[in-house]
């Protein structure tokens, strides 16, 4: 979707519902505030922090990673159903680790994200890759087995995760 504000209310709280099939789950750094097997909600402070908080629904492949006093969300979309999520957790834990001794042995967020959606058939133009938000990082990638999926994530994240210190600056 598309999000906008109206002149005077880019301070103001969003509050989105979105309705959805019943196997969906919302992946996102933002908590649901209502979740239904119909519907599900959630609630955002302001303009700037719906725009860098990607939501992606989809049948859930997730794992979730405690790490420095924050939880890690794994979410991937692929077409043919696996335990993607499970891999790329295992293949990006040291890296996340060693990013939050870096930091000081504990992480400035509560929640992040890595959403990953892999596509049916080869892109045309032959290009993949991430784009990284403060709570969040969303993937879009080739048909690939689980283990060179989560290599390629482990590639990406190492820089995009990084990018949590900018939400605290």
């Known amino acids: ?22 196997k969906f789950y919302g992946s996102t750094s933002i908590v649901s505030h209502q979740n239904s097997a119909a519907a599900e909600t959630f609630s955002v402070p302001d303009y700037m922090r719906l725009v860098d908080s990607p939501i992606m629904f989809c049948e859930p492949d997730t794992t979730t990673l405690n790490i420095g006093g924050a939880k890690i969300l794994i979410s991937v979309y692929a077409p ?15 890296t996340l680790n ?20 892999i596509l049916d058939e080869d892109p045309r133009s032959g290009s993949f890759g991430a784009l990284e938000h403060s709570y969040s990082s969303f993937y879009v990638f080739p048909k690939m087995s689980a283990a060179e999926l989560a290599i390629q994530v482990r590639d990406c994240a190492a820089h995009e995760f990084f990018q949590i210190g900018r939400a605290h600056v």
């Open 80 to 94: 043919q159903k696996g335990n993607n999520s499970k891999v790329i957790a295992e293949t990006i834990s040291a």
């Open 1 to 22: 979707g598309f999000f906008g504000y109206f002149d005077g209310f880019k301070s103001s709280t969003f509050q989105l519902e979105f309705k959805k099939p019943a």
């Open 98 to 117: 060693a990013q939050k001794n870096y930091l000081g042995g504990k992480l400035p967020i509560e929640r992040y994200a890595f959403i990953i959606s």
